[in-house]
């Protein structure tokens, strides 16, 4: 369902930008289009930092319980796939590129120095401040009202199964 809505909201992109959504060859800008054309509709498939804000959001959720349940290397992956989705939005929207640069500076090496430790206690400290740095970036961007729980209610990756925690 998922992969349904994003790829309905990407074709609705591409007709808003203009992009011809034909099936004949020679309806097909990637073949036929000139090199401007191309990449004027290229630049228009290019996803909103949204885009990115989700994939962020479901793997922050899958830190904080891959910590909570121990799994601290699944924790660190996905320490390390939000660092590299906040690089993506650096390089796509360069307007967020230096907020999320100081992102990068504030937020990423006391979460990676708290997995270090493999002490839910050491986490937990770390995690409220990574915490602390997206609220300033969002602030930054003129989105404070998206706010983080400090403490998830549950994650969506099957590696982690939440049906243990329930109790």
Partial sequence: MKRYVLLMGLIVSLSVAGVGLGVGAADDWRKSGSDAQKLKNLVA???GTSHWMFEIGERYKNLYWAA????WEFANYQLEEIEKLVQMVQLTRP??????QQFLDDGMPQMHKALETRQWNAFKRGF??????????????DHAFIVLPREPKAASSPVLDMELDAD
């Fill in 95 to 100: 307007k967020r590129a230096a907020t999320a």
């Fill in 68 to 71: 909570q349940q121990g799994k």
């Fill in 128 to 141: 409220n401040q990574f915490s602390e740095a997206c609220m300033r970036c969002h602030a930054q961007n």
């Fill in 45 to 47: 498939a290019v996803p």
